[in-house]
Nanobody, 119 residues
Framework: VQLQASGGGLAQAGGSLRLSCAASGSIFSINAMGWYRQAPGKQRELVAYISRGGTIKLVDSVKGRFAISRDNGKNTVYLQMNSLEPEDTAIYYC??????????????WGPGTLVTVSS
């Protein structure tokens, strides 16, 4: 399974960005898709995931600001990020797994896309 993300970049605080991640390869086994992020000097942390059936998990720090969605026909997951805060600055990693959740990491990872939020 290969994952390719796009959509990162620079935004001002209060602004929006949308990340996309397309899966290719042996995708028939993939269930959950989502995003982790790693800020400078911090550990990688879960942001959100969505299962093939549509079950969604968003961590508390992004609830009400971020939304995750998925197009199973295109094997693509999206992360809509609104009301961005400087604390959202991080490298965002798209990931996928055969299980229905990404609480403990994932088997497949994309290369990461940088999101920078200026104050």
């Amino acid at each position: 399974v290969q994952l390719q993300a796009s959509g990162g970049g620079l935004a001002q605080a209060g602004g929006s960005l949308r990340l996309s991640c397309a899966a290719s390869g042996s995708i028939f086994s993939i269930n959950a898709m989502g995003w982790y992020r790693q800020a400078p000097g911090k550990q990688r942390e879960l942001v959100a995931y969505i299962s093939r059936g549509g079950t969604i998990k968003l961590v508390d720090s992004v609830k009400g600001r971020f939304a995750i969605s998925r197009d199973n026909g295109k094997n693509t997951v999206y992360l809509q990020m609104n009301s961005l805060e400087p604390e959202d600055t991080a490298i965002y990693y798209c990931c996928a797994d055969e299980s229905s959740a990404l609480l403990w990491g994932a088997n497949y990872w994309g290369p990461g896309t940088l999101v920078t939020v200026s104050s």
